[in-house]
């Protein structure tokens, strides 16, 4: 898949990392502002997607690579089901035990905080993973 | 009562979709309409007369506001994941169809009968 | 506080070796089939574990009922544990050697872990919206397994199927929403709570009409079965064992059987709407499937068939009825399986499905020979085996109604019977045109299936031979209690919100 005209891939590259950023932050401030995990992965997703649209699939398969998106898809569950076994040491299966913190404060709420950075890596790799395949086969279609 | 109708008209309208239209496009968006209008009867049951949304500030105020309820918020934000994987799915289905059989007329794509 | 973690496992395995087995199945196939083997035996001693123990509650997180997500464990929960686990392991097995020619074996097994995993949840889970999410979860790993294969009639039996379960799952999640807005509560005994209290209203009817549509479709019930004779032949052997044996029971009947017992309390309207569906199935499932040619939709129209004796007797409520059902649904699990394992076993094989150029197999494979004439007669209702046991206790129990339901119950039990003479027709055509007969000149150089094909159509022709001798053991430790829990909803109430 061929890339975009010069203008697109400027303004690409000056804003893929903005994109990434604001991505993390809303994956970050999860439980005090709207948003969380599953927003902010598709946040981050879109900041890949926009890489392939910008410069072609090679260009950004270098930079992600397919077995690299399936794997960090893997690691994000498979953090994600750790995270849940640790509340196994406070009683119960998924329970909150980490430190809670002052409320509206950032290491606030516990478990919260990294469960949304897990399901943010999970969505993340996944809707890019999602995409690359639905894409490939128009790849097919035009060689 | 009258957004529960209207919400119940869209819901019909995506059945309308699935079985009477002939493209496998327009089959994925009645399929999208239904999971669209059931999305929107969770709103208007979480709905409270003159509540705001329900998050909550440090203002000196706060305990007095009337907040919708934030329940079927997030029974929404599961059923909308649960929607984007089912579209994906059904999407790359759809895509490997074509490939196969070279169109998207449902009534061309009858192999299975009997 | 429990000391017992063993529930929440049912659920955490299965889905953390779904994704263990894709992340690293790529480095060395052979690891993907010992960890899902692995994983399914780890089940199946769990499962077994909690036959005639106490009942138990595991709160999620420490949250108490009715305000967190509840694992309930009762006789009827382990009943449909006990089923879900003991499949998946056999099917785990016989996957080993059948999937080789496929695509990708451990994207195979994480989906095969990840429908699992769905199951468990649905059956254990006390939760309403908790119910939808582990549902969609099974739901959508069968569509993807169905496609597995990738050739035209997969993909369009797959696209039908993904279509009519979607809608299905709509409508139950838009029942879902009424029911929340009609009582305010998510949890299962709080909403049985509730409904003894207050009664029920017009909202929570029209929730029950579309929990019937949505659950009556993923049960494959007359006339929401349209999807199931292309989905189930077209579905890898393995899968489609998986699909008739515990999809449709474990998402479709437990569900109906959980809900309308144990939740809304069965009345007179849904007691009728459920009998009415089971004859429905039974007789036009039978009908349609005599007049088939193609091996595997044979048995898919068997199973509406005999997922519509289910229904009959989850219908008629009486105690014999009941235990008939349960039974039954155990029962088909096994021979249906082992069925669609033999189907999937010859067309290994021999390369075909179409009955009329299959004869003579028995002599070429013996193995695969006996267990499909010892299905082939459990289905039918041949004593010894367990098909007779509840075929006999839905009959008695259609005629024990006869008080409750008049001279029309000895009309139900009349259809049954007929119902169950058409099935050993058609078997006895399946036996005729596959096993016995002359061995066609194409099919003299077939050999038998590799051993661990071998192992599990053995395992289940073993299982089917037990369970019909040592039927009231069976009854007395699974079947009695799983009817007691469905009939007393006072004490799943007590169960869940007492604690």
Redesign the interface.
């Known amino acids: 898949m061929k890339g975009m005209s010069l203008i697109v891939r400027t303004i690409t590259r000056l804003l893929v990392g903005f994109i990434l950023v604001y991505g993390a932050h809303i994956v970050l401030y999860g439980h005090l502002?709207?948003g969380g995990g599953?927003a902010g992965g598709v946040m981050l997703a879109c900041a890949l997607i926009l890489l392939v649209l910008a410069f072609g699939k090679e260009a950004a398969l270098d930079i992600v690579s397919e077995?690299a998106a399936?794997?960090w898809?893997?690691?994000g569950?498979?953090l994600f089901?750790l995270i849940?076994?640790l509340?196994?040491t406070?009683?119960?299966?998924?329970?909150?035990v980490l430190d809670k913190g002052k409320?509206?404060d950032l290491l606030s709420a516990g478990t919260l905080m990294w469960s949304n950075i897990a399901i943010g890596i999970k969505v993340g790799a996944c809707l890019f993973l999602?995409f690359l395949?639905?894409a490939a086969?128009r790849i097919r279609d035009e060689g | 009562m009258g957004p529960y109708i209207l919400c119940s008209i869209i819901l019909l309208l995506g059945v309308y979709a699935v079985v009477a239209k002939k493209n496998l496009i327009k089959i994925i968006i009645g399929l999208l309409i239904i999971e669209y209008a059931v999305n929107l009867m969770l709103v208007l049951i979480g709905y409270r007369a003159g509540g705001e949304a329900p998050i909550r500030t440090e203002a000196a105020q706060d305990a007095a506001r009337i907040l919708v309820d934030p329940l079927p918020q997030a029974l929404i934000v599961t059923s909308i994941v649960i929607g984007l994987g089912l579209t994906a799915m059904v999407v790359a289905l759809c895509i490997r169809l074509y490939e196969k059989y070279g169109t998207f007329d449902v009534l061309l794509i009858r192999r299975l009968r009997g | 506080m429990n000391d017992n973690h063993v529930l929440p496992l049912f659920v955490a395995l299965p889905l953390g070796a779904a994704f263990l087995i894709v992340l690293v199945g790529r480095l060395r196939e052979s690891l993907s089939d010992l960890l899902g083997t692995l994983i399914a035996a780890i089940l199946v001693v769990c499962s077994l574990q909690l036959v005639g123990a106490p009942e138990q509650v595991y709160h999620m997180g420490g949250w108490e009922p009715p305000l967190g997500i509840n694992l309930v464990s009762d006789a009827l929960s382990t009943l449909l544990l006990v089923i879900v686990s003991s499949v998946s392991l056999l099917v785990c097995i016989y996957s080993i050697t059948y999937m080789k020619g496929y695509t990708s074996k451990p994207k195979y097994y994480g989906l095969l872990m990840l429908m699992i995993a769905g199951m468990n949840g649905v059956v254990l889970t006390g939760d309403l919206f908790n119910m939808y999410v582990f549902l969609e979860i099974a739901a959508i790993a069968s569509y993807a397994l169905v496609a597995f294969g990738t050739e035209h009639e997969e993909l369009e039996a797959s696209f039908k199927y993904l279509v009519l379960g979607s809608v299905a799952s709509s409508f139950i999640l838009f029942g879902i929403a009424l029911m929340y807005s009609a009582t305010g509560t998510l949890n299962l005994a709080d909403i049985a709570n509730t409904i003894d209290k207050n009664g029920l209203n017009a909202v929570m009817t029209m929730a029950s009409a579309m929990f019937i549509a949505g659950f009556g479709l993923k049960a494959a019930m007359v006339p929401f079965h349209a999807w199931l004779p292309d989905a189930h032949p077209s579905a890898p052997a393995p899968i489609s064992a998986m699909l008739s044996g515990l999809l449709i029971k474990a998402l479709g009947v437990y569900a109906l059987v959980r809900l309308f017992y144990s939740v809304i309390g069965v009345g007179g309207m849904y007691t009728n709407i459920l009998i009415g569906l089971g004859i429905l199935s039974m007789v036009v499932g039978v009908i349609l499937a005599v007049g088939q040619w193609d091996f595997k939709r044979l048995l898919a129209y068997h199973s509406i068939s005999q997922m519509g004796y289910v229904m009959l007797g989850v219908g008629l409520g009486t105690p014999l009825a009941l235990a008939g059902a349960l039974f039954h649904l155990l029962n088909h699990s096994m021979f249906k399986s082992l069925l669609f394992l033999c189907s999937g076993a010859v067309e290994h094989s021999t390369g075909t499905r179409r009955l009329k150029e299959l004869g003579g197999l028995w002599y070429r494979m013996p193995v695969t020979g006996t267990t499909c004439s010892v299905a082939s007669l459990s289905i039918s209702g041949v004593p010894p085996f367990n098909g007779f046991w509840s075929k006999l206790l839905i009959i008695a129990g259609a005629v024990q109604a006869a008080d409750r339901f008049g001279p029309v119950a000895y009309v139900l039990a009349a259809i049954t019977v007929l119902v169950s003479f058409l099935t050993l027709v058609s078997f006895v055509k399946v036996q005729r045109y596959v096993l016995f007969g002359a061995l066609s000149e194409k099919l003299k150089k077939i050999r038998e299936v590799p051993a661990a094909m071998c192992i599990a159509l053995v395992a289940f022709a073993i299982l089917c031979l037990a369970l019909g001798v040592f039927c009231p053991f069976v009854l007395e430790k699974l079947i009695y209690p799983a009817r007691d829990v469905v009939l007393d909803k006072a004490g799943y109430i007590g169960l869940v919100l007492g604690k």
């Open positions: 502002t709207p599953f077995n399936s794997a898809d893997c690691i569950a498979l089901l849940a076994l509340g196994l406070g009683g119960y299966f998924f329970r909150n409320p509206f999602v395949v639905l086969f």
